[in-house]
């Protein structure tokens, strides 16, 4: 499984955007990256996935060096609402029966 | 309604009694999965099936089986509950490679089991 480094958790406060840092070292050449959000007592929803350079959506930002050694999510703009766990996951698609769920970073919006 | 539906959403039960979680899901994929979460930490995979005759273990599938009855169906069985079975359990699918999705996993909203 390839594994993924990141913080345990973040403070922010809202309006601001928010940037969390994935660490991949051992991703392979296949390999995606996605990233998923969890709130308490729910399952976790995917959010975003790239393979190199910068995707955007309707929700976030992810951009990934040329190294892809490692990534980073933007949550432009956060609200109360973003208050979550997010999780980083480098695999294969389709593949998830290898991606590896750590403990993600835990987000904290204050007013 | 939910596409991946989750039964029950809470139980409580004694240690040694046989305990089954079940999952339908309407979203027409072929995989299903199985996973627990402890307070704190991630996911970890206990079982999936890409399809109905293809089940294979997961991470941690010591003391759990499961039956998938059909292409819309996976259920998860404990057969003799243990207190450190106590965790949030999630049910998830995904679509089979080749398909035409975003390769996303979806879920449920989980099965909260304690045992006594």
């Known amino acids: 499984l390839a594994k993924t480094t990141q913080p345990i958790s973040m403070d922010s406060y809202e309006g601001q955007e928010v940037n969390i840092t994935c660490s991949h070292n051992?991703?392979?050449?296949?390999?995606?990256i996605t990233w998923y959000q969890q709130f308490p007592s729910q399952g976790p929803r995917f959010i975003i996935q790239?393979?190199?350079t910068k995707v955007t959506n309707e929700v976030a930002s992810l951009f990934i060096p040329a190294d892809r050694k490692s990534s980073t999510l933007s949550l432009p703009r956060v609200s109360l609402s973003d208050t979550a766990v997010y999780y980083c996951l480098v695999g294969a698609p389709y593949n998830f029966n290898k991606f590896y769920f750590g403990s993600g970073t835990k987000l904290n919006v204050k007013p | 309604d939910a596409d991946v539906t989750q039964t029950p959403r809470n139980r409580i039960t004694k240690t040694g009694k046989r305990i089954m979680l079940e999952c339908s899901q309407t979203?027409?994929?072929?995989?299903m999965y199985w996973y627990r979460q402890d307070p704190g930490l991630g996911l970890r995979l206990i079982y999936y099936s890409f399809d109905v005759k293809d089940i294979n273990k997961g991470e941690i599938s010591d003391g759990y089986s499961v039956s998938r009855q059909a292409q819309a169906k996976f259920s998860l069985s404990l057969e003799s509950a243990i207190p450190n079975q106590t965790a949030l359990y999630f049910c998830?699918?995904?679509?089979?490679?080749?398909?035409?999705?975003?390769?996303?996993?979806?879920f449920g909203e989980g099965s909260r089991l304690t045992v006594l």
């Open positions: 790239g393979y190199k």
């Open positions: 979203k027409g994929h072929d995989r």
């Open positions: 051992n991703i392979a050449t296949n390999d995606y």
């Open positions: 998830a699918t995904s679509p089979g490679q080749g398909s035409a999705n975003t390769g996303e996993l979806f």
